[in-house]
DNA sequence: CAAGTGACGATGC
DNA sequence: AGCATCGCCACTT
């Protein structure tokens, strides 16, 4: 992952987030160590949080450790969601849970 | 400038 | 197995 000085590591979130293709989904520690801070999953939520709508960030397809989907205290944002990744080809488990040992998606090229 | 907070993760009990 | 706590770092107040 090429460093850019005066970049934030925010910056460097949203660009591993928008690699994540379709039908595919990481998790925060898993972006987080793909945008050079390794253990900081914290920064990822917290960058995503913000919801930079202007980025277009596929935040839905990135999920904590569980493979579940993280925040909502929206019940109806947590449906769509689901419903999006549905969409994608990603499949939920009884729990609501997604199979990251099929649908985790990892960098190949971890740049 | 100091303290609090947060879409997480790992560990302890 | 489920809950409580600490750690990590950036941002907000």
Not at 30 to 38: E, F, N
Request: proline residues 6%; contains cysteine.
């Amino acid at each position: 992952m090429t460093k850019i000085p005066g970049e934030t590591a925010y910056t460097a979130i949203y660009r591993v987030v928008r690699r994540i293709p379709a039908g595919r989904v990481a998790t925060y520690g898993a972006v987080a160590a793909g945008a050079g801070l390794p253990g900081q999953a914290r920064l990822v939520g917290y960058a995503l949080h913000r919801c930079p709508q202007g980025q277009r960030i596929p935040w839905q397809r990135v999920v904590n450790a569980r493979g579940m989907i993280s925040r909502l205290p929206d019940p109806d944002a947590a449906a769509g969601q689901r419903v999006l990744l549905e969409s994608e080809g990603i499949e939920f488990d009884a729990r609501g849970a997604i199979d990251l040992a099929r649908f985790g998606w990892h960098d190949a090229e971890t740049r």
